[in-house]
């Protein structure tokens, strides 16, 4: 079984193809290795899967926007299903950079789903994110709610990936499921996320920017139960039978929440933060920023009932985990 992983040196990426990897899959990996953030962990989490994979991982690294060179990166290569996580993430940066997004999240996605559809792939999976529910106040978010009124532009183009996907999977039948992440934290993760921005702070002796005023809920879901849920979807496609799917399609495509399922104060975060770093952050109180959601919370109802998909990892022993990581990785200790 051979995999095509995009994002393949992003954060969830280099996770999926280790898993995939580890238990004996072959993966096609493509990645630009873009500046959005420092490029040097990409290259650091890539080393990792070359050392554990030896010949089983073939990497492109080709700007996957770009179909031309996407096709041509692609040219003698097998594979039999797609795990579609390259974006450009990052709701702020959407703000300063839109055009970024166009690029990427949209003609990156239709690129996608034309290699899709020209080698019949058995299925493809792909991100969304729970930015899609914008300014929903009706908790916890539910795959079912109307989802036509986003607050950034990054949400606006994982919304539009869903409606391109379930075009796809009208026309030419192609099976597919759309994943809403809900705040993913852990080893190797992002450096522009809050949990290593808190921790690089309270480490550096620098104090932390906490956006609403420290009024926020996340719903924290720890990297291991993002690969478990990406996994299950993966080996057990849609079937184009008609019936309605979760997110109220009759085509093979369906859209799933994948998070803890349990909405968290960010003050609880930085609490644990403090604690695993055995110092106290100082706090720069600012306001909500443009684009920002202030509560996040997923009903993982249809995944559980689908899938058997269950979250095992709560923020107590998460974010400890992702601080010794971050420790080792700097050489803290």
């Not at 495509?253 to 609880?268: F, K, M, P, T, V």
């Not at 269950?310 to 050489?331: K, L």
């Amino acid at each position: 079984m051979t995999t095509l992983v995009t994002g393949v040196a992003g954060f969830i990426g280099f996770h999926v193809a280790r898993h995939l990897l580890a238990r004996g899959d072959n993966v096609v990996g493509v990645d630009s290795i873009n500046d959005y953030y420092d490029p040097q962990i990409k290259r650091d989490r890539l080393a990792v899967l070359q050392a554990e994979a030896g010949n089983r991982l073939a990497f492109r690294q080709v700007d996957f926007s770009d179909h031309v060179a996407l096709d041509a990166a692609l040219d003698g290569m097998d594979f039999d299903r797609i795990v579609h996580l390259g974006a450009q993430a990052g709701v702020r940066y959407s703000i300063e950079n839109p055009r970024a997004y166009l690029q990427s999240n949209l003609a990156g996605h239709l690129n996608l789903l034309e290699v899709a559809r020209h080698r019949h792939v058995r299925h493809m999976v792909y991100a969304s994110s729970s930015s899609v529910y914008g300014g929903n106040d009706t908790l916890p978010f539910r795959v079912e709610d109307r989802v036509d009124q986003p607050l950034s532009l990054y949400a606006a183009t994982k919304k539009a990936d869903e409606l391109m996907s379930e075009t796809y999977a009208h026309l030419y039948r192609l099976p597919q499921t759309g994943l809403r992440f809900f705040t993913v934290y852990g080893p190797w993760g992002r450096p522009d996320m809050a949990m290593w921005l808190f921790t690089k702070a309270i480490l550096d002796g620098e104090p932390i920017n906490v956006f609403g005023e420290g009024k926020m809920r996340r719903d924290f879901t720890y990297i291991d139960d993002i690969v478990a849920g990406i996994i299950a979807c993966l080996d057990n496609p849609p079937a184009d039978d008609g019936a309605v799917k979760a997110g109220g399609s009759i085509t093979p495509h369906r859209l799933y929440n994948i998070g803890n399922s349990r909405s968290e104060d960010l003050e609880e975060m930085i609490a644990l933060i403090e604690q695993a770093c055995g110092h106290p952050a100082r706090r720069n109180l600012l306001p909500m920023q443009p684009g920002d959601v202030r509560d996040t919370f997923a009903d993982i109802s249809a995944i559980q009932r689908d899938l058997g998909f269950e979250p095992r990892t709560a923020i107590a022993d998460g974010i400890p985990r992702f601080v010794d990581w971050y420790r080792n990785y700097h050489r803290l200790d």
